[in-house]
């Protein structure tokens, strides 16, 4: 079956821009989670969601970034006013439930800040 | 907070190696261990996981076993292949704690002919 695609897989913004970074889910999996992975580093948790709610959002940095997942399937993780410092790939996972042990990645978006 | 600390790379084979990645970690109550894999130009995939102390993972050839003790769950193969050649990470799963991933730096391996 399909697994976690994320859309764009590049997206290059300049500094100062907005930029929306999407996420569709596994068919049927009701948690969703947002990584941040900077160039040499492991993945940093950003927010999760438990069907259309924010279940915990205490890895967003700032808040320029926010994420929304409106009827509980595809999410869309946005970043106001970009800043070179948000240059990361922006990572995706599903799960059937909340659970740290069935996450399933997508192939991330590449962000680059000029 | 949860933290994951692995080996620094890259770590360099020659084909048929043992290799052993060492991560430790910390946490509260009793989290979930994972190791997962990222080959060049694609995404994180699971390699094993343990969810209690004393088990072991195992899955392509590679094993990790939980130890409580030492708060460690390295990563061991007994004769690595070029194709093994990639990023490979620790992590941490805590119930206790939300249920993000808590992942180490990553440890690149490259494995030659």
């Known amino acids: 079956g399909a697994g976690v695609s994320q859309t764009p897989s590049n997206k290059v913004t300049e500094k100062g821009k907005y930029v929306e970074l999407r996420c569709d889910p596994i068919?049927?999996?009701?948690?969703l989670y947002w990584y941040r992975q900077s160039l040499g580093q492991g993945p940093e948790f950003l927010i999760y969601?438990?069907?259309?709610?924010?279940?915990?959002d205490s890895g967003l940095p700032n808040d320029r970034f926010f994420a929304v997942r409106p009827e509980g399937s595809v999410s869309t993780l946005k970043i106001q006013r970009t800043e070179r410092g948000d240059s990361a790939v922006y990572l995706c996972?599903?799960?059937?439930?909340?659970?740290?042990?069935?996450?399933?990645f997508g192939p991330g978006t590449r962000l680059t800040v000029l | 907070g949860d933290s994951v600390t692995q080996m620094e790379g890259p770590v360099t084979l020659s084909e048929e190696a043992f290799l052993t990645i060492n991560c430790t970690y910390t946490a509260t109550g009793y989290p979930s261990l994972f190791w997962y894999v990222q080959y060049p130009g694609e995404g994180l995939q699971l390699l094993l996981k343990a969810t209690k102390a004393d088990d072991k993972g195992s899955n392509k050839g590679f094993e990790a076993t939980y130890r409580k003790e030492t708060t460690s769950f390295h990563l061991e193969k007994g004769s690595v292949q070029v194709s093994d050649s990639a990023v490979y990470f620790c992590a941490l799963g805590n119930n206790n704690a939300g249920n993000m991933l808590t992942f180490g730096g990553g440890t690149r391996l490259m494995v030659k002919p």
């Open positions: 068919s049927g999996h009701t948690a």
């Open positions: 996972a599903s799960s059937l439930r909340a659970s740290p042990n069935e996450q399933f």
């Open positions: 969601f438990q069907g259309t709610g924010a279940a915990d």
